[in-house]
């Protein structure tokens, strides 16, 4: 029950599944990736949105975690009246994998959050 738990923490508001993300996991590949880049590998860490954001937060400034999170006080972007709005859909032109976690959203909002993480086995 204890992993089922888990994974559902790592689903973020905006829908990006962060169980397996190569920034949280600090995979070999990823953190040669950012030394070539020459970042400071001490500032490559995030553990995901649920976590302690001013400790290790990938994007601590995030707006949709703002708006969602804290002001909203919602678990998912997709339990919104207002989803999909302009800040989401924006964002999910960014790149491919913002795109398929809206994707995710999307479903989920249509399913029903329960029933969308029961078919996944993640709730």
Not at 32 to 38: L, T
Not at 41 to 63: A, E, F, I, Q
Request: glycine share 4%; with cysteine.
């Amino acid at each position: 029950m204890k992993k089922k738990k888990a994974r559902r923490w790592f689903l973020t508001p905006c829908g990006l599944d962060c169980y397996d993300c190569s920034i949280r996991l600090r995979t070999k590949e990823e953190l040669n990736y950012w030394a070539r880049q020459s970042v400071d590998l001490d500032k490559v860490r995030c553990d995901g949105c649920r976590s302690d954001r001013k400790k290790h937060h990938w994007s601590p400034n995030c707006k949709i975690l703002q708006c969602c999170v804290y002001e909203r006080e919602l678990e998912f972007c997709a339990e919104c009246f207002d989803f999909p709005c302009k800040d989401i859909e924006d964002w999910a032109r960014e790149y491919e994998h913002h795109a398929e976690a809206v994707r995710r959203l999307t479903e989920m909002k249509k399913t029903g959050i329960e029933e969308w993480l029961k078919e996944r086995g993640i709730c």
